[in-house]
């Protein structure tokens, strides 16, 4: 079966620091995988979505990027955090050829 | 661009009581649209799902209901018990580029149900 993992489940970080968040996926092959931010009380918003090793679509202009340096992993960076970007954040996959998107457990992130 | 409309924001009854979250979506071209749980401080759970070829479908307690004319999709809960209370998302599909489809979600509905 397919399992998602996402850590640090929980981060504090000041402002301007750097940030890097991971996401894994096991049980499956070429992947689907997104990056998603969920603010406090809100819905979700969607940040990057990667169809391959390599291959990275931003959704939105912002302080972050992402990396897919594996097939089963995605990695969600910063430079320099913001205040807005503390959110919780979620990662996903799907298989190519299916709609349906499973999301990981979430990554909180608070900066101060 | 697509948009999913989610109501209520928030919706409290009594358990044993039904409870009802509608969603509109603007793309004539969806066709499949997932309704999620989420209960704090995790990640979304797929709870049901329906295609465009098919107008109902139910699981248990829970059911979905499609009317593509009208544009808008709504959950169905029967029965409802304390652990259904949580956050529930509709989404819908949408874009096509390169065969990629991407999931836009409506804004949400906390459901509080009391004992």
């Known amino acids: 079966s397919q399992t998602i993992h996402q850590w640090p489940a929980t981060l504090v970080q000041p402002v301007g620091s750097p940030l890097s968040l991971e996401c894994t996926v096991e049980?499956?092959?070429?992947?689907?995988l997104y990056w998603y931010r969920q603010a406090a009380g809100r819905g979700l918003q969607l940040l990057f979505y990667s169809v391959g090793i390599g291959q990275i679509s931003s959704e939105v202009p912002q302080n972050l990027s992402a990396s897919r340096p594996q097939d089963r992993q995605f990695i969600l960076s910063s430079k320099k955090l913001l205040l807005s970007d503390s959110g919780f954040y979620l990662c996903?996959?799907?298989?190519?050829?299916?709609?349906?998107?499973?999301f990981g457990p979430g990554t909180r992130l608070l900066v101060l | 661009g697509e948009n999913v409309e989610q109501h209520p924001s928030t919706l409290s009854v009594q358990e044993g009581d039904s409870a009802v979250i509608k969603c509109t979506y603007s793309d004539s071209a969806s066709n499949y649209f997932p309704w999620y749980k989420q209960e704090l401080g995790k990640g979304p759970q797929l709870i049901i799902d329906?295609?465009?070829?098919?107008g109902e479908k139910k699981d248990q307690r829970i059911a979905v209901t499609l009317n593509k004319t009208a544009k808008h999709f709504s959950l169905h809960i029967t029965e409802t018990q304390p652990e259904d209370s949580a956050v529930y998302f509709c989404a819908a599909t949408w874009g096509s580029s390169g065969g990629y489809n991407k999931l836009i979600f409506g804004a949400g509905t906390r459901l509080a149900v009391h004992p």
């Open positions: 996903a996959w799907r298989t190519v050829g299916r709609e349906t998107q499973y």
């Open positions: 049980g499956t092959s070429n992947p689907n």
């Open positions: 329906i295609r465009s070829n098919v």
